[in-house]
T-cell receptor, first 109, second 118 residues
Framework: QKEVEQNSGPLSVPEGAIASLNCTYSDRGSQSFFWYRQYSGKSPELIMFIYSNGDKEDGRFTAQLNKASQYVSLLIRDSQPSDSATYLCAALNDYKLSFGAGTTVTVRA | KAGVTQTPRYLIKTRGQQVTLSCSPISGHRSVSWYQQTPGQGLQFLFEYFSETQRNKGNFPGRFSGRQFSNSRSEMNVSTLELGDSALYLC?????????????????FGNGTRLTVT
């Protein structure tokens, strides 16, 4: 079992819609959780990180963490074509990030 | 602030050679981590350094090594290169702050070094 699992995608959403990305993790010792966006041929770019249960909002992005369910999610509101990318979920433990395989999102204009 | 700087951006090496990659973290960041990204395995952790000490190491063979200098700059070395070492190598830095609270210190990635082994 991989340490971090993401919904496999690809996910296609119309412009202006909400994109919902999900992630589960297996290590209960994981301390914080990160969402990165990666465009093709580029390096991962940090979108948000969260370490307390509940919701955290930053602009059009909302991260949700439920440690009891070992579940992390990312909502992208008012999706734009520029949001088309691969989204990586990562869990931090013992100075190490464990990444999921990524979910590819395509926003249709 | 300048971002994480990795050099070189591209490298082509022959099987059996060795290679050294360099990473300069964001100014003030004392933690540097290295990751390997391949299409088949995704992003995998190599090692993490803080104040010149390696605090964690991933499941890679001993051919992969690294170090951190007193100015927080870091290098990683791969000896006896194999075809399977072809990958994007990413360096990330973070600033755990006074309390070294690593869990609330986001990691910022550099542009990576794309290594091709022929």
């Amino acid at each position: 079992q991989k340490e971090v699992e993401q919904n496999s995608g690809p996910l296609s959403v119309p412009e202006g819609a909400i994109a919902s990305l999900n992630c589960t993790y297996s290590d209960r010792g994981s301390q914080s959780f990160f969402w990165y966006r990666q465009y093709s041929g580029k390096s991962p770019e940090l979108i948000m990180f969260i370490y307390s249960n509940g919701d955290k909002e930053d602009g059009r992005f909302t991260a949700q963490l439920n440690k009891a369910s070992q579940y992390v999610s990312l909502l992208i509101r008012d999706s734009q074509p520029s949001d088309s990318a691969t989204y990586l979920c990562a869990a931090l433990n013992d100075y190490k990030l464990s990444f999921g395989a990524g979910t590819t999102v395509t926003v249709r204009a | 602030k300048a971002g994480v700087t990795q050099t070189p951006r591209y490298l082509i090496k022959t099987r059996g050679q060795q290679v050294t990659l360099s990473c300069s973290p964001i100014s003030g960041h004392r933690s540097v981590s290295w990751y390997q990204q391949t299409p088949g395995q995704g992003l995998q952790f190599l090692f993490e350094y803080f104040s010149e000490t390696q605090r964690n190491k991933g499941n890679f063979p001993g051919r992969f090594s690294g170090r951190q200098f007193s100015n927080s700059r870091s290098e990683m070395n791969v000896s006896t290169l194999e075809l399977g070492d072809s990958a994007l190598y990413l360096c990330a830095s973070s600033d755990p702050g006074q309390g070294a609270l690593f869990y609330n210190s986001p990691l910022h990635f550099g542009n990576g070094t794309r290594l091709t082994v022929t």
